[in-house]
């Protein structure tokens, strides 16, 4: 069971109640949801549109990163099972960098037949004809980052192990489970499938679920070359970004992809917007109240029972009621939600 402490669940049962439909039921080889692994094609825009972009897996569990993109673009996934190893070899220390990265660079294997995960060391022994209580123990050594021993090394030798298979096995330090790498890759291309054929509800999920935290209304819901801007400025800080910084920009990609693939999104409404959740409306999105940088969860929430009472007659009148602060009201005002609205409750006679 992957019972890890995830986001991923969450979306997948999100991504559920927006669309009706089971995520279990999701084939894993659909070749649309794969082509996402190489290219853009199944996205309907192409890389120069999304700033170089060469890859759909933006956003995905597992493989969204720079990193895991980079080892996609090197390794050109065919099948499920090619990104079962890619995700073992990610998750590993010293097993794809100045490891398989070079022995499959220079042609002593593949990446189907390269290390990936710890089981494969086991299996290919066992395979070669060490017999299977050796062939566990020395994989065990070697997951951990505890190497070979000559004893280990010997009997490798001695069933014809390959020299770059051996040397492979020194410089690992640790290993990942091929039973966490399929459960992993499953939920990846369970996303990726609602991503290609439900895009408004996987970007609704996404940034409610994962982007909650980095999404700026104020800055998105001013439209494509507003986020476009932002973005360069963000790229041009380098390696001085901070970790705020970084998250804003997988939040700005995303929205930036969105916007590229033919959808909108709507500003914060007082009385439409949800607390916390993005809602579909039409061909957009309408973010919630909490995604306006300074408009807290609690706030939003508050609000959004205040207003279960009837319209807010002033600013003044919503203070009170929500109990927010007037950073909150000042914030709601600059964003064009309380448009019209009075300051206080007094009426005017003139």
Request: charged content about 25%; aromatic content about 10%.
């Amino acid at each position: 069971l992957d019972i890890l402490g995830h986001d991923d669940p969450t979306m997948i049962r999100m991504l559920e109640d927006l669309t009706g439909i089971d995520a279990r039921e999701i084939p894993l080889d659909s070749p649309e949801v794969m082509s996402l692994f190489k290219d853009t094609s199944a996205l309907g825009i192409k890389p120069e549109d999304i700033g170089g972009c060469k890859l759909g897996a933006l956003g995905l569990p597992e493989f969204g990163t720079d990193f895991a993109m980079g080892m996609l673009i090197e390794t050109q996934p065919q099948h499920f099972s090619d990104l079962v190893r890619i995700a073992g070899l990610s998750h590993g220390t010293d097993v794809w960098l100045n490891n398989a990265q070079y022995f499959i660079k220079e042609g002593y294997t593949t990446l189907r037949d390269c290390i990936a995960t710890r089981d494969d060391i086991m299996v290919y022994l066992m395979y070669k004809g060490v017999p299977p209580k050796t062939a566990f123990t020395i994989m065990e050594s070697v997951r951990k980052g505890k190497g070979l021993t000559e004893e280990f090394e010997k009997i490798m030798r001695e069933n014809k192990v390959e020299d770059w298979y051996i040397e492979s096995c020194k410089r690992i330090k640790y290993m990942f489970p091929k039973g966490h790498a399929v459960a992993y890759c499953m939920m990846a291309v369970r996303v990726a499938y609602y991503k290609v054929y439900y895009p408004l509800a996987y970007y609704a999920t996404y940034f409610t679920v994962r982007g909650a935290d980095d999404f700026d209304a104020e800055l998105i819901c001013k439209g494509e070359s507003a986020v476009h801007a932002k973005l360069q400025e963000l790229y041009a800080l380098g390696n001085s970004a901070t970790v705020k910084d970084k998250g804003l920009i997988t939040v700005l990609e995303l929205s930036f992809e969105m916007y590229k693939r033919g959808f909108e999104m709507l500003k914060v409404d007082l009385y439409e917007s949800d607390a916390t959740k993005f809602q579909i409306v039409g061909n957009a999105l309408s973010p919630p109240l909490s995604s306006l940088q300074g408009v807290g969860v609690n706030a939003a929430k508050a609000i959004f029972e205040a207003r279960k009472d009837g319209e807010f007659i002033s600013k003044e009148d919503l203070r009170i009621r929500s109990k927010v602060s007037k950073t909150v009201i000042e914030t709601l005002s600059v964003h064009g939600c309380l448009k019209g609205m009075s300051e206080t409750n007094q009426l005017s006679l003139f």
